[in-house]
């Protein structure tokens, strides 16, 4: 089946730091998204990139579709980046379509 | 316009009893998912409707659960005879085609 793996799965980080959040997947994607949720539990999007470089502020994320696998950098870390990470990624199936979550990487910043 | 939006918040219901659950899309977004989070794990895909396509249920948990799309837009997810191992918080997004998903608030759901 397909595998959606994240690395690492906890990250403790001072603030002002820098990291990079690693998703690796089995199988050629479609569709790719990296969400922060919240201590909240809301979902919120960070980066559409099926492939490519985007960048947002302090966040940057790359996805290398034919090596299967898409980073997260956070530079400058701050204590509101504290939560868990997670990469999805979408197939279109002759079955239907399915989207996978990874397991996540939970971050916490400490000041 | 406003966002995705879920109700109810929370909802405790005993065992046996059936739930629905409501999603509210963005307006114009011709697909909407459904995902189960489970305490401390990621999410479960369950269901996605794709404009007046059938949808794909391979992902439902089991012939308890059941979904519907009305018009279009607003969706209902079904789960008959509640069970414990059906607390978890259920989350619905939806999407302009199969692009970038925009998530709801989620309805914590707690099976007593």
């Known amino acids: 089946g397909i595998q959606v793996e994240q690395s690492p799965p906890d990250l403790i980080l001072q603030e002002g730091a820098n990291s990079t959040l690693r998703c690796n997947f089995s199988?050629?994607?479609?569709?790719l998204q990296w969400f922060h949720q919240n201590p909240w539990g809301q979902l919120i999007n960070l980066f559409y990139i099926p492939s490519g470089t985007k960048q947002n502020g302090r966040l940057s994320a790359t996805t290398v579709a034919t090596e299967r696998y898409s980073l997260l950098y956070i530079s400058s870390s701050q204590t509101t980046d504290s939560g868990v990470y997670f990469c999805?990624?979408?197939?279109?199936?002759?079955?239907?379509?399915?989207?996978?979550f990874g397991t996540g990487t939970s971050l916490t910043v400490i000041p | 316009g406003a966002g995705v939006s879920q109700s109810p918040s929370n909802k405790v219901t005993e065992k046996g009893k059936d739930v629905e659950l409501r999603c509210d899309p963005i307006?114009?977004?011709?697909?909407l998912y459904w995902y189960r989070q489970s305490l401390g794990q990621g999410l479960e895909f369950l269901i996605y409707f794709q404009g007046n396509s059938a949808p794909d249920k391979s992902g439902l948990p089991s012939d308890r659960f059941s979904a519907e799309r009305t018009g279009g837009s607003v969706s209902t997810l079904t789960i008959q005879r509640t069970q414990q191992e059906d607390s978890a918080v259920y989350l619905c997004a939806s999407s302009f085609g199969f692009s970038e998903q925009y998530f709801g608030p989620g309805t914590r759901l707690t099976v007593t």
């Open positions: 307006s114009g977004h011709t697909a």
């Open positions: 199988d050629s994607v479609n569709n």
């Open positions: 999805a990624v979408g197939f279109l199936l002759d079955t239907g379509n399915q989207f996978y």
